[in-house]
């Protein structure tokens, strides 16, 4: 169970965790996408045409104008809401994540007035729950009468209550040159498995030397980051997909640990049809240069890549791209289920408007995503035809928007969810990094595949009973 703290003491650690803050991209488009009418937005502030109080809400957060549209969405709530105002303190200028967070705990420690949170990554709002810097929102959830669950594709419940409603979607995918496809008489994947997945990879590897083109290029582990690498057959489980279970216990017993370090040798080693880890670390090579230069024919990414696959002024598209969803164990598993990063909307448990800012956060992540029109919202009910109006937006931003085959954009975007959360452990850096270095030691042949697993499992467990109080 999370235990809440005060906040005397706690900030020097909260401050080193927000290095914990997710790899995601700043999604920055050039314009927004009209508002709906929808339920959520008729029901936000009904009784607020007659209200003559003035009630002004203070929304904290590291998103900036360029990738969020603030002016305009606030304003489009203002105005169906006369009386409230909203006060938008940006945390970063330039959208960094960890400066925000660091500023935002700061805020939190010298009792500023705050209505509205937002937290960039799961890590983030876990650990900020666990300081009590959220009201939880059940209440308000059950007197609307809809649930979390099945209203949004991300699942904010912690420790079974729900502290903050999901705005932003941005699930990983897989990106592919469908020109490398079309010359190896590939279809682009609507429903594939790891197995397939290595199969493509094979069949798309052409070349040798300093000229081969691989079928796949793996973004990581590097140094602890990008850690979503090595559990990639553990991401598409419902419960479970992290290196730590919710208990706080290892969770490197799970078999799909193991078949994910299989897989990954595998096609190094064996099939040779992806990166060489070698390489990446010793060119330090880049996701985005591996698939734009056409050095890797797929690439596993999240879907901040949105604003960029349709190429940009400095790296023009010069072959038509096409997306699939993230790979699935075995034939019968579920469909969709992927790593997800959101933001996480929350009312400040120091708010004297409770009430009121939980509306603007139903609203916000409901019918605000598509005033908003930056990206795809996490919110359910959107239909495939809104989703396509937001990615023609977002395309229409880039230089060659007519070499991306929309299709397989939507549809991926429109079927993918996200695993249950699991709290972050305070020690969530030590596990990666112990993880990262044994992998290290098998990719580049110094110990196998077992060796590897027992490693992990033995630092790991002393990580964890070192961290016991």
Request: hydrophobic share 35%; glycine share 8%.
């Amino acid at each position: 169970m999370m235990k809440r703290k005060g906040w005397s003491g706690a900030i020097a650690g909260v401050l080193m965790l927000s290095l914990l803050a997710g790899c995601g991209g700043n999604n920055s488009n050039n314009s927004a996408n009209g508002g709906a009418n929808t339920d959520a937005g008729k029901a936000t502030n009904g009784a607020a045409a007659g209200n003559t109080e003035k009630t002004n809400l203070r929304l904290y957060t590291y998103g900036t104008e360029e990738a969020y549209n603030w002016k305009h969405t606030l304003e489009a709530y203002e105005a169906a809401n006369p009386g409230v105002t909203i006060e938008l303190v940006q945390l970063s200028e330039k959208g960094d994540t960890q400066e925000a967070f660091k500023k935002l705990d700061l805020e939190a420690a010298s009792s500023a007035p705050m209505d509205i949170l937002m937290f960039s990554d799961a890590a983030g709002y876990a650990q900020r729950i666990a300081l009590g810097m959220a009201e939880p929102l059940d209440e308000y959830i059950a007197k609307d009468g809809f649930k979390v669950e099945e209203d949004y594709k991300v699942d904010t419940h912690l420790d079974g209550k729900v502290y903050a409603l999901p705005g932003k979607f941005n699930p990983w995918y897989v990106l592919l040159n469908k020109d490398n496809l079309d010359e190896a008489g590939l279809a682009v994947p609507t429903d594939w498995t790891w197995d397939d997945f290595a199969d493509y990879a094979q069949k798309l590897t052409k070349g040798e030397g300093a000229e081969k083109r691989y079928g796949a290029y793996f973004h990581g582990p590097q140094a602890g980051g990008w850690m979503e690498f090595l559990k990639l057959k553990m991401e598409n489980q419902p419960q479970n997909s992290e290196f730590l279970k919710a208990d706080g216990t290892s969770n490197l017993d799970d078999p799909n640990f193991k078949a994910t370090l299989e897989l990954r040798l595998r096609m190094e080693k064996e099939d040779k049809s992806s990166v060489p880890y070698s390489d990446m670390i010793s060119q330090k090579l880049a996701y985005r240069t591996q698939f734009f230069n056409q050095s890797a024919s797929m690439i596993l990414i999240g879907s901040w890549m949105n604003t960029e696959i349709g190429g940009t002024e400095k790296v023009p598209l010069n072959f038509n791209v096409a997306v699939a969803p993230f790979p699935k164990n075995n034939a019968a598993d579920e469909k969709g289920l992927t790593p997800v990063t959101t933001d996480y909307v929350s009312v400040a448990a120091k708010s004297k408007n409770k009430e009121a800012a939980y509306k603007f956060v139903r609203w916000y992540t409901t019918e605000g995503q598509l005033v908003q029109g930056k990206n795809i919202p996490a919110w359910s009910k959107v239909t495939s035809d809104q989703v396509q109006g937001i990615i023609d937006t977002i395309l229409a931003g880039t230089k060659n928007p007519e070499k991306v085959d929309k299709k397989s954009l939507v549809d991926t975007l429109v079927a993918s969810k996200a695993s249950a959360i699991i709290p972050p452990a305070t020690y969530q850096a030590e596990v990666y990094k112990a993880i990262n270095e044994e992998y290290e030691k098998m990719i580049l042949g110094d110990q196998d595949v077992d060796t590897t697993i027992k490693n992990s499992q033995d630092r790991v467990n002393k990580i964890i009973a070192a961290n016991k109080k």
